[in-house]
RNA sequence: GCCCCGGUAGCUCAGCUGGAUAGAGCGGCUGCCUUCUAAGCAGCAAGUCGCAGGUUCGAGUCCUGCCCGGGGCGCCA
């Protein structure tokens, strides 16, 4: 509709500019919503825009404006000129009506387009390795790519959820020895230090304890579950391991272990992934070697105390990199690197790499890795989001990652359900600081809690066709609803919002923003809510059926976006709460 | 010191490519509703949009500088 709008108004302005002789490029003008009632449906700012090309005053352009707008081939209702040149356009009513006639019409097809034409598109989100659960923060990180793949699956990309980890560096034999020393405590055979110990590292760490040894790694894995593991196989095996090395079977065991646990906390909160790709297999496929081949022969690469370094500094970064510590081991560099031009190869359009804030200063790097092999560095986007606080009685509730005492997504899940979890974790922008107020998401009195009432408002319209069919009302065809009985101003309000739907959900997708989806959703709310509770001004199941109908229309339009925006968010849409 | 992200109502935050009188939820106050089963509605109080300049018809939005908060600046990942 408002695209209809705009292309005529375009249209009129590109006439205005021929005959004033001006026949360059149109400048950008707006057609966008009115804000206020008053200002009409839609307005326009193309007077003002073109009051300094044409030399004359912007009111007086949009008078002429408005004029030649006419009717607009039944478009519109009338047009006035507002505050400083603003050209206000009410639409004919019988346009709503068609609105709402596309609406039911569409279905589930609603809100959906062909922005992507079919093209393959990547994002990688989560990607934490597997040294233990998920954080609160990985949390945020696996809502917001879900919802950005799914806002890009219903604008028509092909698109690939990707789950990236890091398994074949120091990171993981720590882990390894971790558990291993928690086996050999477990059996009498090692010692580990005290907590105060573990906790603190400027404290002294002991070789040894009452003639045992002190195995557990200084920098070791503390949490809970590394136990558990140690327990799970010093069951399995007793006491045939104590000769294995923390980066055999301890270390392959671990990650097994917790990388299953991670998923299950995946699925639990809706998120399936399509591929799991494993730093090991690009070096165990020879390709770490390759890439570094490659990169040799661009001469953007160097060695210079006994390192390999990436000279990133010729491709507009401020330093070079090291790729190859001196050690001989690659640094995270390199892989990535390679995992990146898998992605080219595989050959996606457009990649989406979803990371925390911390790691805002590594995209550019990667880029001018695979900028260097004579990839693209445009069609990698880095989507970064900032931090999760978690808050209660007005109080950031402190989060260690070193003492391991963190909230893990299970146990928030475990209070607060998966669609609560969602909705809080993407109803802010990405990069802005999240505080998650966890009195508010575990809040028993629903009436507090926004994620609901998105849910009820849903569940509402399937209220109200159950009463209708209570009292013998028959569910109208499409046929049957009649649009045009929708006359009043807070109806013809809504159908207007519902219209947006389609528009919202482009530019959600192109923006890579799924909170729009969420406010979005708790205007449609805002706006249906009170509509239904205006008893005394009009009911939605009247005695006179064809009003019956269009109203029950309305609430089934209401219901599709709602449905739809819900699917959005990942969150479920019940008939009833 | 350099880079990135924030700073909008008491709190947590929206504000769409610059648009008219800056919004929502929670909290506070007042009234209504007790249902087309229900978590609802109307209204009030609450703001120097961090500060100062600049760009222009117009700036919360763009530019510059500064202040405050968070993150980063490894031969860690």
């Known amino acids: 509709m408002r695209e209809r709008l705009e292309a005529v108004l375009h249209e009129k302005v590109t006439d205005l500019l021929r005959e004033a002789g ?92 062909d922005d992507g034409k079919g093209r393959k598109l990547q994002v990688e989100f989560v990607s934490a390795n597997p040294t233990g659960p998920l954080s609160v923060g990985h949390g945020r990180q696996a809502i917001l790519g879900d919802c950005v793949a799914r806002l890009l699956l219903a604008t028509g990309w092909d698109v690939v959820r990707e789950y990236y980890f890091n398994n074949g560096g120091r990171q993981m034999r720590v882990l390894g020895d971790s558990v291993r020393a928690r086996y050999l405590e477990q059996l009498g055979r090692a010692a580990v230090p005290p907590e105060d110990a573990l906790l603190d590292s400027e404290l002294p760490w002991p070789d040894a304890i009452d003639g045992l040894p002190v195995l557990f790694p200084r920098d070791g894995y503390q949490g809970g579950y590394i136990g558990e593991i140690a327990a799970a196989l010093r069951e399995r095996e007793g006491e045939g391991w104590i000769d294995e090395p923390g980066d055999g079977g301890f270390r392959q065991e671990a990650e097994k272990r917790i990388f299953a646990e991670i998923r299950r906390t995946l699925e639990s909160l809706g998120i399936h992934f399509d591929v799991y790709a494993s730093e090991n297999e690009f070096y165990a496929a020879g390709k770490i070697e390759a890439v570094l081949g490659d990169l040799r ?85 880095f989507l970064f989001h900032e931090f999760v606080t978690l808050s209660s009685d007005g109080h950031t509730v402190k989060q260690s990652t070193r003492k391991a005492t963190y909230i893990t997504i299970d146990e928030l899940l475990a209070d607060v359900g998966a669609d609560v979890f969602r909705y809080f974790m993407i109803e802010r922008r990405a990069q802005s600081h999240l505080d998650f107020d966890l009195d508010l998401a575990k809040e028993k009195d629903w009436t507090k809690n926004p ?64 909170h729009h989806i969420a406010y979005y959703l708790r205007e449609v709310a805002g706006l249906f809510n009170p509509y239904y509770q205006d008893k005394d001004r009009h009911e939605i199941l009247t005695t006179d059926a064809g009003l019956t109908n269009a109203r029950l229309g309305l609430t089934f339009a209401v219901r599709r976006v709602m449905a739809q925006g819900l699917a959005l968010l990942g969150m479920s849409a019940p008939e009833r709460m």
Not at 22 to 32: C, F, G, N, R, Y
Not at 323 to 350: N, Q
Not at 359 to 375: E, F, N, R, T
Not at 482 to 498: F, H, I, N, Q, Y
């Open 451 to 514: 994620a609901y009432y998105l849910q009820y408002t849903h569940a509402r319209t399937y209220g109200i066709e159950r009463q209708a069919v209570e009292r013998g009302v028959t569910m109208p065809a499409s046929a049957d609803i009649d649009a045009s009985r929708l006359e009043l101003p807070e109806e013809l309000e809504l159908v207007k919002k519902l219209g947006e739907f389609p528009e919202m959900v482009s530019r959600a997708a192109e923006s890579r923003e799924p």
């Open 297 to 381: 022969a661009t001469g953007l690469v160097y060695d210079e105390g006994g390192a390999t370094w990436l000279r990133a500094s010729d491709l507009g970064l401020d330093r070079d990199r090291v790729i190859v510590k001196s050690s001989g081991e690659p640094t995270y560099l390199l892989p990535d690197i390679a995992y990146h031009r898998e992605k080219f190869a595989r050959g996606f359009e457009c990649i989406i790499d979803v990371q925390g804030a911390d790691h805002k200063d590594q995209g550019p790097y990667v880029k001018a890795g695979i900028q260097a092999l004579g990839h693209d560095p445009a069609r990698v986007e």
């Open 22 to 113: 001006d026949d360059a490029a149109l400048p950008t003008i707006t057609v966008e919503a009115s804000r206020q009632k008053d200002h009409g449906d839609f307005a326009c700012n193309a007077a003002m825009v073109l009051s300094g090309r044409l030399r004359r005053p912007p009111r007086e352009i949009a008078a002429e404006l408005i004029d030649r707008l006419g009717d607009a081939a039944g478009l519109v209702a009338r047009a006035e000129i507002a505050g400083p040149g603003f050209v206000n356009v009410w639409l004919a009513g019988g346009q709503w009506h068609d609105v709402l006639d596309r609406i039911l019409a569409a279905g589930e097809a609603y809100g959906t387009s």
